[in-house]
């Protein structure tokens, strides 16, 4: 089975830095996504790590340690529209998606 | 506009009766999913399709049927709904490779009484 884990909530400012840790233990391993999820909607995509290292797009970066089992999403100068739930999902060797339960970030003024 | 979308928005339901959840994509994708959304658990696969013509199942497949009579469509159906049934629920369609980004479609909120 897989075994996703990620922390429930976070609460930080706006303007600050926020890091979502996750680790996972799954059979086979194809690459680790991270979706953002505003409440109501569907989730969209924000990232994907295959090999090991730090990805960057904008405001975002995502890291991968595949020995560790191990990624981060961080979320820089934080907006109040950041606040969503960040999700981490592993994709398998049979390209099926686990996802873990989610991290509700919220930004406060 | 390309995309996935899902009929109906919302539902409620009287326990015992079938419903059929649709979903229809135009991004000519091999792979189409459906999940469903609880609070606490994150998002589980029910069915899935790599191809047309095939399914499969996922994580919680136990009172949901598919079918995947082409490449654009995938309904999913509760052949006699029960309460634990009530979720929101997530079709989402992606080309099966090496990156297989998943979209979304926007969701069928179903509560069954």
């Known amino acids: 089975g897989q075994n996703i884990d990620q922390p429930t909530e976070m609460t930080a400012t706006e303007g600050a830095i926020v890091q979502i840790n996750c680790t996972y233990q799954t059979s086979g391993f194809n690459g680790l996504f991270w979706y953002q999820q505003h409440a109501g909607e569907a989730p969209t995509f924000l990232s994907y790590?295959?090999?090991?290292g730090l990805e960057e797009k904008g405001r975002f970066s995502s890291f991968l340690s595949r020995s560790k089992g191990y990624s981060y999403l961080l979320l820089k100068e934080l907006q109040m529209k950041d606040s969503a739930s960040y999700l981490c999902a592993v994709i398998s060797n049979d390209y099926k998606l686990s996802f873990g339960a989610g991290t509700t970030v919220t930004v406060r003024a | 506009i390309a995309g996935i979308t899902q009929a109906p928005t919302s539902q409620i339901l009287a326990a015992g009766r079938r419903m059929t959840l649709r979903c229809t994509q135009d991004m000519r994708h091999n792979a189409m999913y459906w999940y469903r959304q609880d609070l606490g658990l994150g998002l589980r696969l029910i069915h899935y399709?790599?191809?047309?013509?095939?399914?499969g199942k996922g994580e919680v497949p136990d009172g949901y049927s598919v079918s995947r009579a082409n490449t654009d469509d995938f309904p999913l159906t509760l052949a006699s709904a029960v309460p634990s049934q009530t979720s929101v629920y997530f079709c989402?369609?992606?080309?099966?490779?090496?990156?297989?980004?998943?979209?979304f479609g926007p969701g069928t909120r179903l509560t069954v009484l």
């Open positions: 399709s790599n191809t047309a013509g095939t399914t």
């Open positions: 790590n295959v090999l090991d």
């Open positions: 989402a369609s992606s080309d099966q490779g090496e990156y297989n980004e998943q979209f």
